[in-house]
């Protein structure tokens, strides 16, 4: 499994990107699909998550509210729509899919996309 993220760039805090993150190889409609982000020097967070139907979301408590994480099954797509962009937002984002049972550690993801970075100006 490949994934492609993409969608980051520079935006004024208060602004809005939509990332995406495309999975070629092997369908993982039947897989969960996250976004974690990962800043120098720091640990890989959990951003967002979302179930193989797309119909259940979590959410850490810091986006909650500004991101929406979303999927279209049919082509192996994840999205994370990001609104009221802050500074502390600014980091690279991964895009991942797995199966393990912890929804918010990285080892429950067994596939990871190359990142893509956001930047937020204040």
């Known amino acids: 499994v490949q994934l492609q993220a993409s969608g980051g760039g520079l935006v004024q805090a208060g602004g809005s990107l939509r990332l995406s993150c495309a999975a070629s190889g092997r369908s993982v409609s039947d897989w969960r699909m996250a976004w974690f982000r990962q800043g120098p020097g720091n640990e890989r967070e959990f951003v967002a998550a979302?179930?193989?139907?797309?119909?259940?979301?979590w959410y850490t408590d810091s986006v909650k509210g500004r991101f929406t994480i979303s999927r279209e099954t049919a082509k192996d797509t994840v999205f994370l729509q990001m609104n009221n962009l802050k500074p502390e937002d600014m980091t690279v984002y991964y895009c991942?899919?797995?199966?393990?049972?912890?929804?918010?550690?990285?080892?429950?993801?067994?596939?990871w996309g190359q990142g893509t970075l956001v930047t937020v100006s204040s």
């Open positions: 991942a899919a797995g199966y393990g049972t912890e929804i918010k550690r990285r080892n429950s993801y067994q596939y």
């Open positions: 979302i179930n193989w139907s797309g119909t259940t979301t």
